[in-house]
């Protein structure tokens, strides 16, 4: 069986929804490479699909398919653009969007990245980096500054607002003009998660959610360089695909701004 810490494990929560979504008959989210490594990975996932509610694995899907529509407009408009993949513990984004061009940083702590690497490859345009965040020297590998874009999925959560500040401004003094992508909680969406998702999932209090904000253009107030781009509930454009007594809840999850997604410019 893998060993990982408690905060890292939480990397296979959300690989276990895109994998489930994937085998239904008419799946939002076709991701054949999630299914592949929860097929082969040795990990006991019957305690996730017994104890986590079907609105978190939804919410896993809805980010998903909102990051992989952000990323594709990015490199769109910039075919060789580089993403950098902060947190990306088994996360499947890079198969899902390449289009032969970008180059790809991913980006996680060493035991998150020695996992990783048995089931992804390095290549001459993707980088595996076992590396903090916080650790500037990462930035020495992302080959050009211009068109940088950074997926941050389901981390800063984890963060004190005193450590996401200091990534803000790290990314503007390395990589000025760079876009992020980030998922976001309200303190009662921290709350929320931290009794629905992190206790329910089997998870100990080492890896409960620390960071909620509830305007996300607050931000703003932080550092002249940072500017909200859009921001929306977690549910909003996605809720439409469910049935009605379904989307009761996430319309309740969105008005209570539990999660949101964000796009932002640190200019």
């Given at each position: 069986m893998i060993n990982l810490g408690s905060v890292q494990e939480t990397m296979l929560l959300p690989l276990w929804g895109r994998a489930v979504e994937t085998q239904k008959d008419k799946p939002l989210?076709?991701?054949n490479k999630a299914v592949s490594i929860i097929n082969s990975i040795p990990y006991d996932f019957t305690k996730i699909s017994k104890r986590i509610r079907k609105l978190s694995s939804a919410s896993w899907i809805a980010r998903?398919?909102?990051f992989d529509n952000k990323i594709l407009e990015f490199i769109n408009a910039h075919p060789f653009a580089t993403v950098v993949n902060v947190g990306c513990g088994l996360d499947t984004?890079?198969?899902r969007i390449d289009n032969g061009y970008i180059h790809?940083?991913?980006l996680d702590l060493p035991?998150?990245?020695e996992l990783r690497k048995q089931y992804f490859q390095e290549s001459e345009r993707r980088r595996l980096v076992a590396k903090s965040v916080f650790d500037s020297s990462w930035y020495e590998e992302i080959p050009q500054k211009d068109n940088v874009m950074l997926l941050v999925a389901g981390v800063l959560y984890y963060f004190e607002e005193t450590?996401?500040?200091r990534l803000f401004k790290d990314i503007h003094s390395y990589i000025p003009s760079a876009e992020i992508i980030f998922d976001h909680a309200s303190k009662f969406g921290i709350k929320l998660s931290n009794e629905q998702v992190i206790k329910?999932?089997?998870l100990d209090e080492s890896a409960f959610l620390k960071w909620g904000i509830d305007d996300i253009f607050e931000i703003e107030k932080w550092e002249s360089y940072i500017k909200v781009i859009s921001n929306m509930p977690m549910f909003k454009e996605f809720r439409k695909n469910y049935p009605f007594n379904k989307r009761i809840g996430m319309r309740i999850s969105d008005g209570l701004k539990v999660m949101s997604l964000a796009h932002i410019l640190i200019s």
């Amino acid at each position: 069986m893998i060993n990982l810490g408690s905060v890292q494990e939480t990397m296979l929560l959300p690989l276990w929804g895109r994998a489930v979504e994937t085998q239904k008959d008419k799946p939002l989210l076709v991701d054949n490479k999630a299914v592949s490594i929860i097929n082969s990975i040795p990990y006991d996932f019957t305690k996730i699909s017994k104890r986590i509610r079907k609105l978190s694995s939804a919410s896993w899907i809805a980010r998903s398919i909102f990051f992989d529509n952000k990323i594709l407009e990015f490199i769109n408009a910039h075919p060789f653009a580089t993403v950098v993949n902060v947190g990306c513990g088994l996360d499947t984004t890079f198969e899902r969007i390449d289009n032969g061009y970008i180059h790809w940083i991913d980006l996680d702590l060493p035991d998150a990245i020695e996992l990783r690497k048995q089931y992804f490859q390095e290549s001459e345009r993707r980088r595996l980096v076992a590396k903090s965040v916080f650790d500037s020297s990462w930035y020495e590998e992302i080959p050009q500054k211009d068109n940088v874009m950074l997926l941050v999925a389901g981390v800063l959560y984890y963060f004190e607002e005193t450590d996401v500040r200091r990534l803000f401004k790290d990314i503007h003094s390395y990589i000025p003009s760079a876009e992020i992508i980030f998922d976001h909680a309200s303190k009662f969406g921290i709350k929320l998660s931290n009794e629905q998702v992190i206790k329910r999932g089997g998870l100990d209090e080492s890896a409960f959610l620390k960071w909620g904000i509830d305007d996300i253009f607050e931000i703003e107030k932080w550092e002249s360089y940072i500017k909200v781009i859009s921001n929306m509930p977690m549910f909003k454009e996605f809720r439409k695909n469910y049935p009605f007594n379904k989307r009761i809840g996430m319309r309740i999850s969105d008005g209570l701004k539990v999660m949101s997604l964000a796009h932002i410019l640190i200019s």
